[in-house]
C-alpha cells in the first residue's frame, strides 16, 4: 500500500479521534463515520486544531457518503452484537479487496468475522492509547484470515510509523490485556491487604520495573538478571501470589460508588477537569521525550 491509501474509521471516540490524526498526519486520506452527530462535532474540532488544513479529512453518518476507500477501521464500544452489526454493514459497502480491521481489546477475532462473507480479509488491529503516540500494534489474525491480508495490515501499519507484533493465533485479551489485567490483579491485592497506598504502589511500578520493561520488555530482563535467579524467586513466590478468578473486591466496590477515575472525578485519585488536562499535557509531553530516545536504540 502506499501512503495515498483511502482509510476509513468507524466511531468518532476518542481511540477513532486519535486513529484518525495519525493517519492524517502521516499524509493519509481519511472518513471519519459516526452516526451520532456530536460525537463526529467534536472529532472534527480536535482534528482541526491539531492537523494541517491540506490533510484530507471527511466526516459523514452514513455509508452512502464514504465512498471506495482501501482500509477500514472499526473502533465503535467494545460489545460483541454491535461490533458485529458494524463490521457486516462495512463489508456490505467496500470492494471486495478493501482490508477490514478492527480495533478491539481482546474480543474473539473468529466471533467477530463470523457475520462477514468473506471473513479472509478480517484482521484484528489492537492499538494502543493514545493511539498516535504508542507504537505497538497487536495483529491478530482470524482462524480464516489469509496470509496476504496479514501482510497487508503490517504493511499498513508501517506506513503509519507502527511497531506491528502479530499474534500466531487469537485467545481472550491477545497478549497486552492478559499481562495489563495480572498486573493489576496483583496491585488490588496488594492495596486490599494494607501493604502499600496507592499513590507509593504507582511510583514502586514507575520507577523500578516500568523503567525496565520500557527499556528491555519482560523476557529480555528476565535474561539480564538470570532465569535461574527467575526461578529461585518464583519458587517460593508464587504460591503467596493472588490468583482468584474474579474481579476484585476493591473494584466492585469503587465501581459500585461510582468511583470510576477519571470520568467521574474520583478514582484512586481525585480528578477535576484543570488536573485531567494538565495531565494529559504531561503524559503526551512524558510519552513522546522517551520514544524519541527509545528511537536511538540500536536495531
Not at 492524517?24 to 459516526?34: A, F, I, Q
Not at 457486516?88 to 463470523?114: F, Q, R
Not at 479472509?120 to 480464516?144: K, M, Q, T, Y
Not at 485479551?173 to 492495596?191: K, S, Y
Amino acid at each position: 500500500m502506499q501512503s495515498s491509501v483511502k482509510c476509513v474509521v468507524i466511531g468518532a471516540g476518542t481511540m477513532g479521534t486519535n486513529l484518525a490524526r495519525l493517519m492524517l498526519n502521516k499524509g493519509m486520506s481519511v472518513t471519519v463515520l459516526d452516526i451520532t452527530p456530536d460525537v463526529l462535532a467534536r472529532c472534527r474540532q480536535a482534528l482541526a486544531l491539531e492537523c494541517d488544513a491540506d490533510q484530507q479529512a471527511r466526516f459523514v453518518s452514513e455509508w452512502s457518503q464514504v465512498g471506495a476507500c482501501d482500509v477500514v477501521v472499526e473502533s465503535v464500544t467494545e460489545d460483541l452484537s454491535l461490533k458485529q452489526r458494524v463490521l457486516k454493514e462495512a463489508e456490505h459497502y467496500v470492494g471486495d479487496t478493501t482490508l477490514i480491521l478492527t480495533n478491539t481489546s481482546g474480543l474473539p477475532i473468529d466471533e467477530l468475522a463470523s457475520v462477514l462473507r468473506r471473513p479472509e480479509r478480517f484482521v484484528g488491529a489492537h492499538f494502543f492509547n493514545p493511539a498516535d503516540l504508542i507504537p505497538a500494534v497487536e495483529v491478530i489474525p482470524g482462524s480464516l484470515t489469509s496470509q496476504d491480508y496479514v501482510e497487508q495490515t503490517t504493511d499498513w501499519l508501517r506506513q503509519l510509523g507502527k511497531r506491528p507484533a502479530l499474534l500466531k493465533r487469537s485467545i481472550p485479551g491477545f497478549v497486552a490485556n492478559r499481562i495489563q489485567h495480572a498486573l493489576m490483579r496483583e496491585c488490588l491485592a496488594l492495596l486490599e491487604q494494607g501493604v502499600v497506598d496507592a499513590e507509593a504502589l504507582d511510583d514502586i511500578v514507575r520507577y523500578s520495573i516500568g523503567i525496565r520493561l520500557a527499556i528491555n520488555g519482560p523476557l529480555c530482563q528476565r535474561d539480564i538478571n538470570g532465569l535461574d535467579t527467575h526461578l529461585n524467586i518464583s519458587r517460593y513466590l508464587y504460591q503467596d501470589l493472588d490468583n482468584r478468578t474474579s474481579p476484585s473486591p476493591l473494584l466492585e466496590e469503587l465501581v459500585a460508588q461510582g468511583r470510576l477515575g477519571r470520568k467521574s472525578g474520583r478514582g484512586f485519585y481525585e480528578w477535576d477537569e484543570g488536573n485531567a488536562n494538565a495531565y494529559d499535557r504531561k503524559e503526551h509531553e512524558l510519552l513522546g521525550h522517551l520514544l524519541t530516545l527509545m528511537s536511538d536504540e540500536p536495531n
